[in-house]
């Protein structure tokens, strides 16, 4: 026996599916600076910490508030952020870029994430002195 459908009742077509558009989204650069926040894990004495992250987004403002987003929700208080671009804007000012930092990169666009890369705590009025 054959399973076969009646002549009018033919299986749908199926829709056609669009190319994926190419992601719009880069991966920035960002030093931000935390203070202290009961719970938020720095070492005893510390005043506060600067924490280097590659972070993606459709532009800088939204990997910005991506990465503060995900800072809070350590329990960190982020008190500043200084951008320093893309890949190509860091590459086009002279920046040295390894294998290591360009894997990570590649990693938190192909995640769509946050990755820390470094985590410097800061004792005294270290803050004051950069």
């Known amino acids: 026996m054959t399973d076969s ?13 669009r190319p994926k558009k190419p992601s719009r989204q880069q991966v920035y ?8 926040k009961k ?3 720095l ?3 510390a005043t506060g ?3 280097l992250c590659f972070a993606s987004g459709v532009d800088e403002a939204e990997a910005v508030r991506e990465t503060v987003a995900i800072l809070k929700e350590a329990d960190l208080a982020p008190l500043d952020v200084t951008g320093y671009g893309t890949l190509a804007e860091r590459e086009k000012l002279g920046d040295e870029i390894d294998d290591e930092e360009r894997a990570l990169m590649q990693r938190a666009l192909d995640e769509n994430s946050v ?8 004792f005294g009025d270290e803050r004051k002195t950069r």
Request: hydrophobic fraction near 30%; proline fraction near 16%.
């Open 5 to 17: 459908l009646p002549e009018n009742d033919s299986p749908e077509p199926k829709p056609e599916r």
């Open 29 to 36: 650069t960002l030093l931000i600076e935390v203070g202290r």
């Open 39 to 41: 719970g938020d894990g």
């Open 43 to 45: 070492p005893k004495g």
């Open 49 to 51: 910490a600067g924490i």
């Open 115 to 122: 990755i820390v890369v470094q985590m410097t705590p800061f």
